[in-house]
C-alpha cells in the first residue's frame, strides 16, 4: 500500500528559527513529489513541485529535498515567520503528471513571533 | 489570482437531505478533476476522480450512489452528497489540471467547501 508519513505532527518554533519538516512515502517508484500549504479552512497553495529525476526544488526561503532511494524528503524553511503559521502538506504522485495525488498527515507549524 | 472556484464555500443543511457542491476551473478546460474530503485535522483523502463525459471514477470505499460526481462540462463539476448524514460533515477540496505547453501539467485546488450536517 502506498503511504505518505509526515514528522513531526505539530511543530511550534520562535520567529527566525530554520525548521525542517519530514515526509517519508513506502513506495519510491513516485513520478514527483509535491509540497503544499493549507491555511485553517482554506484550499491548498503549492509551494514547490520536485520531479523524480530531481534532488531539491528552491523558492524564496524554501528548499525542499527528494531522497527516492530512503522514501524521503524534507522541507526546509530558513528564518521562519508568524506568517509562516499553517499546516504543511506532502503529496506524491505515482505513474504519470496527471494521475492522483497521495497526501501525507501533514504538520500543524506555529511560529511564535 | 483563483483558477479554480467552488461554490458554496460553506454550506449548512439537515440531515437526509442532499447538497450539490459545484467546482468551476476558470479560463482553461479542465478533462479531469479531482474530488477531496478532508476530515478535521487530517490529511486529504482522495474520493473520485472526475472525467469530463464520462462516469467518475471513485477510491476503494467510497459510496458511488451518495456521492455523486457530474462532470458535464469541460468547466464544470458538480458533488452531489445525497440523504446527507452528520458524518458526511467535511471540508471537500476539487481540484483540476491547467494544460500548460507542452506536456507540463499545473494542478489548481479549489479553495474548498465546508459542509456541515446537522
Given at each position: ?30 513520478y514527483n ?16 513541485l520536485?520531479q523524480s529525476s ?39 504522485r505515482?505513474g504519470g503528471a496527471t494521475n ?14 | ?27 482553461f478546460?479542465a478533462t479531469t ?64 489540471f491547467r494544460p500548460t505547453t507542452g506536456v507540463k501539467r499545473e494542478q ?11
Amino acid at each position: 500500500k502506498q503511504e505518505v508519513t509526515q514528522i513531526p505532527a505539530a511543530l511550534s518554533v520562535p520567529e527566525g528559527e530554520n525548521l525542517v519538516l519530514n515526509c517519508s512515502f513506502t513506495d519510491s517508484a513516485i513520478y514527483n513529489l509535491q509540497w503544499f500549504r493549507q491555511d485553517p479552512g482554506k484550499g491548498l497553495t503549492s509551494l514547490l513541485l520536485i520531479q523524480s529525476s530531481q534532488r531539491e526544488q528552491t523558492s524564496g526561503r524554501l528548499n525542499a529535498s527528494l531522497d527516492k532511494s530512503s522514501g524521503r524528503s524534507t522541507l526546509y524553511i530558513a528564518a521562519s515567520q508568524p506568517g509562516d503559521s499553517a499546516t504543511y502538506l506532502c503529496a506524491v504522485r505515482y505513474g504519470g503528471a496527471t494521475n492522483k495525488l497521495i497526501f501525507g498527515t501533514g504538520t500543524l507549524l506555529a511560529v511564535q513571533p | 489570482g483563483a483558477v479554480v472556484s467552488q461554490h458554496p464555500s460553506r454550506v449548512i443543511c439537515k440531515s437526509g437531505t442532499s447538497v450539490k457542491i459545484e467546482c468551476r476551473s476558470l479560463d482553461f478546460q479542465a478533462t479531469t478533476m479531482f474530488w477531496y474530503r478532508q476530515f478535521p485535522k487530517q490529511s486529504l483523502m482522495l474520493m473520485a476522480t472526475s472525467n469530463e463525459g464520462s462516469k467518475a471514477t471513485y477510491e476503494q470505499g467510497v459510496e458511488k450512489d451518495k456521492f455523486l460526481i457530474n462532470h458535464a462540462s469541460l468547466t464544470l463539476s458538480t458533488l452531489t452528497v445525497t440523504s446527507a448524514h452528520p458524518e458526511d460533515s467535511s471540508f471537500y477540496i476539487c481540484s483540476a489540471f491547467r494544460p500548460t505547453t507542452g506536456v507540463k501539467r499545473e494542478q489548481y485546488f479549489g479553495p474548498g467547501t465546508r459542509l456541515t450536517v446537522t
